[in-house]
T-cell receptor
Framework: GQQLNQSPQSMFIQEGEDVSMNCTSS?????WLWYKQDPGEGPVLLIA?????ELTSNGRLTAQFGITRKDSFLNISASIPSDVGIYFC??????????????FGQGTRLTINP | NAGVTQTPKFQVLKTGQSMTLQCAQD?????MYWYRQDPGMGLRLIYY???????DKGEVPNGYNVSRLNKREFSLRLESAAPSQTSVYFC??????????FGPGTRLTVT
């Protein structure tokens, strides 16, 4: 099925470094969502973006809704060990009945060396 | 609020056995979803329910059935389990806005 293009696929960084990842699409989204999944757990919603150009923060996390509405970015500042996990971007699509379904990126796996 | 809860957390089945995965949400959300997650495949939508009383097929519905029992509960049934259904299953719910909230998952192994 349709997927968002998320990059990088994996990152290996030192504790304390800043992290940047992005998600792009060939078509427009009206909402961008960023999730984090810890090993053995379900995805947890980190940030939701609803307006083109919007910049939203959640603690050390900052996400931006691209002006073209075809991309979004997630930054993590001063990484710590608990930031380890897989980060997914997602965008909603509505079917002919108005039901919302999410399109997901492939995920960015973040590994941190202490 | 407990959010989205799923039972059981782990299950092992033999090929041909049946079972029902349970999901409940206490957030008064209209829509509910079932996904499976396999290594390297990401999250794939099995079935969804846009509102109480409606269900629709997602990307990979074969071998599954669902029931939206009421607004809170959405169950996933495997009538005759196959090894290809070994996976981690996630339930999610969504309010009228676009976010989805996921449960902790059920790890299913079919031998």
């Amino acid at each position: 099925g349709q997927q968002l293009n998320q990059s990088p696929q994996s990152m290996f960084i030192q504790e304390g470094e800043d992290v940047s990842m992005n998600c792009t699409s060939s078509s427009i989204f009206n909402t961008w969502l960023w999730y984090k999944q810890d090993p053995g757990e379900g995805p947890v919603l980190l940030i939701a973006l609803y307006k083109a150009g919007e910049l939203t923060s959640n603690g050390r996390l900052t996400a931006q809704f691209g002006i073209t509405r075809k991309d979004s970015f997630l930054n993590i500042s001063a990484s710590i060990p608990s930031d380890v996990g897989i980060y997914f971007c997602a965008g909603p699509r509505r079917d002919f009945q108005g039901a919302q379904k999410l399109v997901f990126g492939q995920g960015t796996r973040l590994t941190i060396n202490p | 609020n407990a959010g989205v809860t799923q039972t059981p957390k782990f299950q092992v089945l033999k090929t041909g056995q049946s079972m029902t995965l349970q999901c409940a949400q206490d957030m008064n959300h209209n829509s509910m979803y079932w996904y499976r997650q396999d290594p390297g495949m990401g999250l794939r939508l099995i079935y969804y329910s846009a509102s109480e009383g409606t269900t629709d097929k997602g990307e990979v519905p074969n071998g599954y059935n669902v029931s939206r029992l009421n607004k809170r509960e959405f169950s996933l049934r495997l009538e005759s389990a196959a090894p290809s259904q070994t996976s981690v299953y996630f339930c999610a719910s969504s309010p009228i806005r676009d976010e989805q909230y996921f449960g902790p998952g059920t790890r299913l192994t079919v031998t």
